[in-house]
């Protein structure tokens, strides 16, 4: 256990379907991040909270919506999605400005979008 | 921003031999330089970092080399075992300000028994 959860671990959703992921770290740090993998891109930056704010957008569509209420917990609201966002979607910690640089994934949520 | 190429994409050895990867940046006020391994169905995990004061550094059959002037950093694996066979990521960052941990596109290594 890396102190970084994700849940839920799998989902399966329509289109029309409105779910959320949630991330939760028990490590103290101070970033947070949404990683996207698939077969096309293996692990595609999406999001970055640093302080509980956003810092960066990777140009990722508005269906995805994250939400960061506190440096501990990190969310990503799902809406409308397509076939192609299906993938494993990873959570990731880490400690800003010189701390422990070293990220702590967590161990994803496989999204099937259908 | 920063753009971290790492290539080869795929790598098959012989069980034994010797597998390398190698990654450059773009941006020179990176100074921290992770390397993590993803074995099929796992999280990544980190198995080595550089830090820009250093040239080389080495843990057991693992060891990555940095040049900073060149702005590239290479990972090295001696005497492969299968159990090395993983999806393999570089990644840089400026460890001094706010965060944004950049991968390569990974490396599938697969060592052959």
């Known amino acids: 256990e890396t102190g970084v959860t994700q849940t839920p671990r799998h989902l399966v959703m329509g289109m029309t379907n409105k779910k959320s992921l949630k991330c939760e770290q028990h490590?103290?740090?101070?970033?947070m991040y949404w990683y996207k993998q698939s077969a096309k891109k293996p692990l595609e930056l999406m999001f970055v909270?640093?302080?509980?704010?956003?810092?960066e957008n990777n140009s990722v569509p508005s269906r995805f919506s994250p939400e960061c209420p506190n440096s501990s917990h990190l969310f990503l609201h799902l809406h409308t999605l397509q076939p192609e966002d299906s993938a494993l979607y990873l959570c990731a910690s880490s400690q800003n400005f010189g701390g422990d640089t070293e990220a702590f994934f967590g161990q994803g949520t496989r999204l099937t979008v259908v | 921003g920063e753009n971290v190429e790492q290539h080869p994409s795929t790598l098959s050895v012989q069980e034994g031999d010797s597998a390398v990867i190698k990654c450059t940046y773009s941006?020179?006020?990176?100074?921290?330089f992770p390397w993590y391994k993803q074995e099929l169905g796992k999280r990544p995990q980190l198995i080595i970092d550089i830090r820009s004061n250093v040239g080389e550094k080495k843990d057991q059959r693992i060891a990555v080399t940095l040049n900073k002037t060149a702005k590239h950093f290479s990972l090295h694996i001696t005497e492969t075992q299968p159990e090395d066979s993983a999806v393999y990521f570089c990644a840089a960052l400026n460890s001094g300000g706010y965060q944004k941990v950049t991968f390569g596109i990974g490396t599938k290594l697969q060592v052959i028994p």
């Open positions: 941006d020179s006020a990176s100074n921290y």
């Open positions: 490590l103290g740090h101070n970033a």
């Open positions: 909270y640093n302080f509980k704010e956003q810092t």
